[in-house]
């Protein structure tokens, strides 16, 4: 695989990461004890920390870009494997 290839899929993956990350470790004002300010969705985060969630959704990330590499080298899981309605098995006959 080219090194093109991989960092595309690398951002694909990182960009994906932030949506599986996101909803974690977040408070709402009033989970965290603070005033709740007139306006404010009461979903909100009571503090949104940009470098943290970057940091969290980084290693998240890295660790599903290594396990794809893994299986793209030692093909652990192909498509054969996941074809559930044996479309592959029709299409040699």
Known sequence: MRWTSALAIYVLFWSFSVFLVLPFGVRTTHEAGGE???GQAESA??????WKLVWRVTIVATILFVLFQLNY?????TARDVDLFHRMDMEMR
Not at 45 to 50: A, N, Q, S, T, V
Not at 73 to 77: A, E, H, M, P, T
């Open 73 to 77: 080298r030692y093909g652990w899981i």
């Open 45 to 50: 985060p009571h503090e949104f920390d940009i």
């Open 36 to 38: 709740h300010v007139p």
